[in-house]
Nanobody
Framework: QVQLVESGGGLVQAGGSLRLSCAAS????????MAWYRQAPGKQRELVAR???????WYVDSVKGRFTISRDNAKNTVFLQMDRLKPEDTAVYYC?????????????WGQGTQVTVSS
């Protein structure tokens, strides 16, 4: 079992930055990827960014060049640096841990952290 605890959400003006953190505890040898999802009111949950154990990253087009996912393996922590934030980035952001083969499959979810970007 893996437990995930997010932190770092909040309210920021458009153009500002936030850094989300996700601390993982426990173990599951099937886990090889960490990822962030988000869900805005009235919208479907979407995959925002993922990072494999080897450090390979992927981003949804809408955040490319503005968001950076990284990990500190020694501290079992994953980060999402969000720069040049836009009002449309407003959502609850969820940290996940899962496996990536031909597609990413999340197995564990954090409780979510609210990010609100004001215009």
């Amino acid at each position: 079992q893996v437990q995930l605890v997010e932190s770092g959400g909040g309210l920021v003006q458009a153009g500002g930055s936030l850094r989300l953190s996700c601390a993982a505890s426990g173990s599951d040898f099937s886990i090889n990827t960490m990822a962030w999802y988000r869900q805005a009111p009235g919208k479907q949950r979407e995959l925002v960014a993922r990072i494999t154990n080897g450090g390979s990253t992927w981003y949804v087009d809408s955040v490319k060049g503005r968001f950076t996912i990284s990990r500190d393996n020694a501290k079992n922590t994953v980060f999402l640096q969000m720069d040049r934030l836009k009002p449309e980035d407003t959502a609850v952001y969820y940290c996940t841990a899962g496996s990536f083969g031909w597609r990413y499959s999340p197995r564990y979810w954090g409780q979510g952290t609210q990010v609100t970007v004001s215009s």
